[in-house]
DNA sequence: ATCTGTTCTTATCTTTTGTTATCGTTTTGG
DNA sequence: CCAAAACGATAACAAAAGATAAGAACAGAT
């Protein structure tokens, strides 16, 4: 049983492996706080409002990140497999998350907690790196998601989703939550949709 | 001659300390590559499609970081003083910078090279962490500057400007300019003003 | 298998925003 | 100091998006 525990710790260090090279005693520095946590459709795994504190690596399932205000939510992010998952703007800043992140699918994740990578951060200079580079990566995502949220109407932005690398992902997710990330209700993506398809 | 150079490095070192304790080693790793450049308003500091590799400091001034489509400009952000400055996603990257930085006045910047810093990142855990954090503040930005994108109208994002911390600072950039970091035309923001100044 | 709730489309109506053009006013450069 | 350019407000019209509601297709649960 121990096995799946193992195995999901290697995707997570292959995953890791993509930003620094860490030596072993590095990442066994990491390895003994880690479990696996199942969650349910529609289960959260963070709350608006609450703290974050912890830092997921998705072994299964689909989630979303969403905002809420008043009774409307607009999604964020998406996260698929062999992604890490958290609130990372709460875990970073200690205050109380603004967005809740919910499982759109039965999903399975490897955890840890976030203040055990603080201090690995300031305990080795593989973590302190990693702990930059993953920074930059957020960083440029977040750049280009907000170019192009200021840049390109919601069709051009429709059409960019269709071509991004997540394409056939996202057909797993309901509609409604796509409209929403890209900031505009269902019914105006219903017809974007309309005005593509034909050709 | 030399004074103010040195004094806009007591200035710069000043900020980083708001990061990180930077030791007096550390520091010196940096400061023989500053230097002091002068900018005439509307001259560039970055000019989009060229690879940036200099991180300024402000000195004095007010820039603007816009991205160019079909001949249409969209500010993403204002930089003004004792602000880091940088197309830092291009540095980071190396790839050809998607945005031109420009002066909106008169400008002074204190500059080093981003490969001077690349270098101390991984010679020195001091700006190892100082990568990080930096980082990390740049990535919190951008979190909330997307998220007021999705989730505000453009009304309640011209009224979130006025109660920021740079309210009186923005009071020096033409409107126009406002407009398109807010993602709404001139007019439309005209209007925006129209209705909420009578209260 | 049926029932219930979700999801998506479609239609209608309203509101908002964009587009274009005009007109004072201010700023800037020669 | 003056002419030209830039700036901001406003009006009129067109285009796009939001709100709402109705209905069809689908999935999940009992």
Request: glycine share 6%; hydrophobic share 40%.
């Given at each position: 049983m121990n096995d799946s525990l193992h195995q999901a710790a290697r995707q997570l260090r292959q995953h890791i492996h993509q930003f620094v090279a860490l030596s072993d005693e590095e990442w066994h520095g990491l390895e003994p706080h880690l479990s696996i946590i199942h969650l349910k459709k529609n289960q959260f795994m963070v709350t608006q409002g609450v703290v974050a504190s912890q830092i997921g690596f998705v072994l299964e399932g689909i989630f979303r990140q969403f905002y809420t205000k008043e009774g409307e939510e607009r999604t964020t992010y998406f996260f698929f497999d062999q992604q890490l998952i958290a609130a990372y703007m709460s875990c970073i800043t200690?205050?109380?998350?603004p967005v809740s992140i919910e499982a759109l699918s039965d999903a399975t994740c490897l955890v840890f907690p976030y203040p055990v990578l603080k201090a690995l951060f300031s305990q080795y200079t593989g973590w302190q790196e990693f702990g930059r580079l993953f920074a930059e990566y957020v960083m440029v995502a977040l750049e280009e998601r907000m170019a192009g949220l200021l840049m390109l109407s919601p069709e051009e932005r429709y059409l960019a989703l269709l071509e991004g690398d997540q394409r056939h992902l996202l057909q797993r997710v309901p509609q409604h939550y796509i409209a929403t990330y890209l900031g505009i209700t269902p019914v105006s993506m219903s017809r974007i949709r309309n005005r593509i398809i034909p050709k």
């Amino acid at each position: 049983m121990n096995d799946s525990l193992h195995q999901a710790a290697r995707q997570l260090r292959q995953h890791i492996h993509q930003f620094v090279a860490l030596s072993d005693e590095e990442w066994h520095g990491l390895e003994p706080h880690l479990s696996i946590i199942h969650l349910k459709k529609n289960q959260f795994m963070v709350t608006q409002g609450v703290v974050a504190s912890q830092i997921g690596f998705v072994l299964e399932g689909i989630f979303r990140q969403f905002y809420t205000k008043e009774g409307e939510e607009r999604t964020t992010y998406f996260f698929f497999d062999q992604q890490l998952i958290a609130a990372y703007m709460s875990c970073i800043t200690a205050r109380p998350s603004p967005v809740s992140i919910e499982a759109l699918s039965d999903a399975t994740c490897l955890v840890f907690p976030y203040p055990v990578l603080k201090a690995l951060f300031s305990q080795y200079t593989g973590w302190q790196e990693f702990g930059r580079l993953f920074a930059e990566y957020v960083m440029v995502a977040l750049e280009e998601r907000m170019a192009g949220l200021l840049m390109l109407s919601p069709e051009e932005r429709y059409l960019a989703l269709l071509e991004g690398d997540q394409r056939h992902l996202l057909q797993r997710v309901p509609q409604h939550y796509i409209a929403t990330y890209l900031g505009i209700t269902p019914v105006s993506m219903s017809r974007i949709r309309n005005r593509i398809i034909p050709k």
